[in-house]
């Protein structure tokens, strides 16, 4: 996955928009199949513990499709792009120690894969103005850049493929 410069308004404004309508379309679809479920098959003593799970379970469901066939819209672009960073940030933060140890030990791959978390996570932060560690993580950037420089690479984000991960 390549790292992409997105607008942060158009991708906040987008994303409030996706959150709201999927909970509003989760909300009225749980409630309503639950209902249409009691009242088609519903006891009598009020025992509808299951069809009303039932029924949420089945809005949540359909939510879920919409999103995923949505997801891939131009609307959604940068709100889809966010969510699959964060994935794979998620997969790279997995092997983070082994990751760290090769990057002291001046492996290549590993480092190419710790710029690419770090540029990744510092746009993540600046789009969720997540601020506060944001000093820590451009330091963490220049050291490791400072290391690749000393070890006679040039290595660029836009390099990282998952496969690399493998490795670690």
């Known amino acids: 996955m390549q790292l992409v410069d997105i607008d942060k308004n158009t ?3 987008h994303l409030n928009v996706v959150i709201v309508s999927a909970v509003a379309v989760f909300s009225a679809l749980g409630v309503g199949i639950s209902a249409a479920l009691v009242y088609w098959f519903g006891a009598a003593q009020g025992q509808n513990f299951y069809l009303n799970l039932l029924g949420v379970c089945v809005g949540g469901a359909i939510a879920a ?3 995923h066939r949505l997801k891939r819209t131009r609307y959604f672009y940068e709100v889809a792009y966010v969510w699959d960073l964060k994935q794979e940030l998620n997969l790279i933060n997995r092997k ?8 002291e030990l001046q ?3 590993a480092m190419l894969v710790m710029l690419y978390n770090l540029q990744g996570s510092k ?3 600046q789009l969720d103005d997540n601020i506060l560690n944001l000093q820590e993580l451009e330091l963490e950037l220049i050291q490791l850049e400072h290391k ?4 006679g690479l040039t290595l660029d984000a836009n390099q990282y493929q998952r496969t690399l991960l493998e490795k670690f």
Not at 96 to 103: H, S
Not at 148 to 151: A, L
Request: net charge positive.
């Open 11 to 13: 991708y906040r404004s």
């Open 65 to 67: 499709w919409c999103l």
């Open 96 to 103: 983070l120690t082994v990751l760290k140890k090769a990057v």
């Open 107 to 109: 492996d290549p791959d």
């Open 123 to 125: 746009q993540l932060w």
């Open 148 to 151: 690749i420089r000393g070890c």
